[in-house]
T-cell receptor, first 110, second 113 residues
């Protein structure tokens, strides 16, 4: 069946450190993956995406890595800032539908 | 552009009452979606639409109905609300096809007593 899950429900990092949020997926047919950030009281906000024909994609301070061999996805945030505190969801998409993981709460300590 | 908007932002219903949640998008997106989000869980797809006049069931469709009479609007209806439908509801839209990035609205917090 289809499922997307996260290894850790919470992550606490020091301001300025790098953060790594992990995600496992089970459907090897998934061809598109997205990371969303959700701040308290708001809707999810797109961060970065990656297609299955890539293994790495970089944005501004964020990098997504895709390892299809072990069906693993990670989000790396460089120089984590207090404004990065939020819940991060990975999602896989097939046929226009998104399947979300449970989310990881990132807490940034000053 | 306003993006994706939802009304109302908050609502309290009594068991058995009905209501409609409205979602509007001004990005000319083909696809629209309704999700619910419960504590400790990710978003779950209720219903979706791949174009004006079309609707389809998602993961948790029971107790909900939807309509997409206009391309820019997607309505979610609860005919007889139940406490189990207490949740935060999010609408989203996307271009569809190969462009799967979904844009989300701010959410509607619904409480059913």
């Amino acid at each position: 069946g289809e499922s997307v899950g996260l290894h850790l429900p919470t992550l606490s990092v020091q301001e300025g450190d790098n953060s790594i949020i992990n995600c496992a997926y089970s459907n090897s047919a998934s061809d598109y993956f997205i990371w969303y950030k959700q701040e308290s009281g708001k809707g999810p906000q797109f961060i970065i995406d990656i297609r299955s024909n890539m293994d790495k994609r970089q944005g501004q301070r964020v990098t997504v890595l895709l390892n299809k061999t072990v069906k693993h996805l990670s989000l790396q945030i460089a120089a984590t800032q207090p404004g990065d505190s939020a819940v991060y969801f990975c999602a896989e998409t097939q046929g226009g539908k998104l399947i979300f993981g449970q989310g990881t709460e990132l807490s940034v300590k000053p | 552009n306003a993006g994706v908007t939802q009304t109302p932002k908050f609502r309290v219903l009594k068991t058995g009452q009905s209501m409609t949640l409205l979602c509007a998008q001004d990005m000319n997106h083909e696809y629209m979606y309704w999700y619910r989000q419960d504590p400790g869980m990710g978003l779950r797809l209720i219903h979706y639409s791949v174009g004006e006049g079309t609707t389809a069931k998602g993961e948790v469709p029971d107790g909900y109905n939807v309509s997409r009479l206009k391309k820019q609007n997607f309505l979610l209806g609860l005919e007889s609300a139940a406490p189990s439908q207490t949740s935060v509801y999010f609408c989203a839209s996307s271009y569809g096809g190969k462009r799967d990035e979904q844009y989300f609205g701010p959410g509607t917090r619904l409480t059913v007593t």
